[in-house]
């Protein structure tokens, strides 16, 4: 189990979800970057982490935090 994952990989943080099992690992908490100037990625990232059953609930900056729907 995961309390919170923190990814900050410059601009690589889509990449870096696409190789995170989430079945085999229970994240209640992601926090990413946002790269506003790389909206295909950004929306992909998006996209994944909703697929994931995640929720995003608001911005700091330039970072995302998403909350997983079971947490509540």
Do not use: P
């Not at 309390?3 to 190789?19: C, F, P, Q, R």
């Amino acid at each position: 189990k995961i309390g919170i994952l923190k990814v900050d990989t410059e601009s690589w943080d889509y990449n870096v979800l696409l190789g995170m099992d989430f079945g085999k690992y229970e994240v209640d908490v992601v926090v990413t970057e946002e790269y506003y100037w790389d909206i295909e990625s950004t929306l992909s990232k998006h996209q994944l982490l909703e697929a994931e059953d995640f929720v995003c609930v608001g911005f700091l900056g330039y970072n995302s935090v998403w909350i997983n729907r079971r947490v509540g």
